[in-house]
């Protein structure tokens, strides 16, 4: 917990005015042991497959009905940022000119979060983009822009510093939302001047914070993502906030050219990088 919460509750402030368990796991395993379906994606650089996780149906369901839609036919990777991901699916990007800005374009809807444990930011995987906490604390995903993650390798003490930055941040989040609880009471407080109830305040709040998060289980990455991470590598900060749900099977070589592809100030390749079709296998 940083040691000065007075400004986020200021900042709050400004934001304010501006079935049983045996079942589910055989249901799970059942998803498991179907088939998956593929996609081909034949870009500009080579051809990309995907395999897409039933345990995840309302993106999987969405993603093929795109595909058949052809929605993503002539599309662009608009944004690819080395040891990162590259991101595609804007439908304005199909006919945008050489210096449109991309990255806005979707569909009409948004598809519900479906964070599953098993699932993470490892190379390789497919995940839904989304707009960002603010505006959408659900963490609704896209209806149709995704990307591709390439990442880089961590090491352990990496990855455990990354761990108690998750677990900071989630106490923060849990003192914003008190805070916001109690916005009268600090605007009549800020607006009297009086300072020395806005500490009481903020010390009450952080400590009720803190209770809080200690009731909840603390993130941790497991050891399948840790060696994940520290040898094939990926983008272990994007955990449990945008929903992974299918990976590269074939082509991640073509995967790995388009990351390396010259970009400008947007993350936009210079020369156009286009999925020419998508296609169910």
């Known amino acids: 917990m940083t040691s000065n919460k007075i400004l986020l ?3 709050a402030f400004i934001a304010l005015t501006a079935c049983n368990a045996g079942s589910k796991r055989q249901t799970n395993h059942h998803m498991e042991n179907e088939k998956r379906t593929l996609v081909k994606l034949e870009t500009t650089m080579g051809n990309i497959t995907v395999a897409l996780y039933n345990e995840t149906p309302k993106h999987r369901d969405n993603f093929i ?6 929605v993503y036919d002539s599309t662009l990777f608009h944004r ?3 040891q990162f991901m590259i991101q595609a699916g804007d439908p304005d990007s199909k006919n945008a000119s050489d210096t449109a800005m991309l990255g806005s374009g979707d569909v009409g809807y948004t598809i519900p979060a479906e964070f599953n444990p098993k699932f993470f930011h490892k190379k390789g995987v497919l995940a839904a983009a989304r707009q960002g906490d603010d505006v959408n604390p659900e963490k609704a995903s896209s209806g149709c822009q995704f ?3 390439t990442g880089r390798k961590f ?3 990496q ?3 990354m761990e108690n930055k998750i677990n900071e941040q989630r106490e923060e989040a849990l003192f914003d939302s008190l805070a916001r609880q109690h916005m009268k009471e600090i605007y009549k407080m800020r607006k009297a001047g009086d300072n020395a109830g806005l500490l009481e305040l903020q010390d009450t709040l952080e400590a009720q914070a803190r209770e809080l998060a200690d009731k909840e289980e603390k993130f941790r990455f497991t050891p399948e993502q840790i060696k994940a991470y520290s040898t094939i590598g990926g983008a272990p900060h994007l955990d449990g906030s945008y929903t992974v749900f299918g990976e590269v099977t074939e082509g991640m ?3 790995d050219n388009i990351e390396i592809a010259k970009t400008n100030r947007a993350d936009r390749p210079i020369e156009n990088i286009r999925i020419l079709k998508a296609s169910i296998q």
């Open 9 to 11: 509750i200021c900042l």
């Open 65 to 70: 009905k795109l595909v058949k839609e052809g």
């Open 80 to 82: 690819v940022i080395k």
């Open 147 to 149: 990307y591709i993650v």
């Open 155 to 157: 090491t352990e003490p």
């Open 159 to 161: 990855l455990l510093g």
């Open 253 to 255: 070589e073509v995967v």
